[in-house]
């Protein structure tokens, strides 16, 4: 019965590759958001998404684009994937504006 | 500068001791401040949320805001091997869920 699942877990790849992580949400939030944490621990918001519609876009290369089919998923596109891109990345959702319930993190090494 | 302020550690103390984690902040605009804890590998999970100044107890945890100071605690007492983390402050103005974290401070409560 996980809240929010990611997929993959892992993910190693080259630079200049494309990738995809999906995240799944079935607390029936209306708010989901990717976040990228560092090497140091430093979790910062990337997108928010609510009802599908993008409500928070913070300094992200355009490489990134998120995508959110259904109010229960958002995945995040990354295209020509740099080694500055690797972090972990966390899905979250929140019903209302503080409870955001964090996905177990998607780690991307990129070589 | 950045927004929030954590203290770094690492913290490492022995079980049953009082623990003190702490942040400062700069933005005016917060009202909401939130703690979470990451256990290794795993996403943050959100332990308290308080709005404005104050306390608020649960169970062995205290949260305290002094928004005059601009400064949070979380305080453990009782600690334990459990509560062996990385601990994240984060805040909010309450716009549209974005939360501002802090770098977070590890600790390890000895048996």
């Known amino acids: 019965d996980t809240a929010v699942s990611q997929t993959p877990k892992y993910l190693v790849t080259q630079m200049g590759n494309d990738k995809s992580i999906k995240c799944e949400q079935n607390l029936g939030h209306d708010t989901m958001y990717w976040y990228k944490q560092d090497s140091k621990k430093f979790l910062k918001i990337m997108f928010s998404?609510?009802?599908?519609?993008?409500?928070i876009n913070e300094t992200v290369p355009n490489r990134f684009s998120p995508k959110s089919p259904d109010k229960a998923h958002l995945n995040l596109h990354i295209n020509s994937l740099e080694l500055g891109d690797s972090a972990v990345y966390f899905c979250a959702s929140s019903r209302g504006l503080l409870e955001q319930y964090f996905g177990p993190g998607t780690r991307l090494t990129v070589t | 500068q950045k927004e929030v302020e954590q203290d770094p550690g690492p913290l490492s103390v022995p079980e049953g001791a009082i623990v003190s984690l702490n942040c400062t902040y700069s933005n005016s605009a917060f009202q909401y401040f939130m703690w979470y804890r990451q256990y290794s590998r795993k996403g943050p999970e959100l332990l308290m949320y308080?709005?404005?100044?104050g306390n608020k107890e649960d169970g062995r945890f205290t949260a305290q805001v002094d928004k005059s100071s601009k400064y949070i605690s979380l305080f453990i007492r009782d600690s334990q091997p459990s509560d062996s983390a990385t601990y994240l402050c984060a805040m909010s103005a309450g716009n549209a869920g974005k939360s501002t974290f802090g770098d977070g401070t590890t600790l390890t409560v000895k048996p």
């Open positions: 998404y609510n009802n599908k519609e993008l409500i």
């Open positions: 308080t709005y404005s100044s």
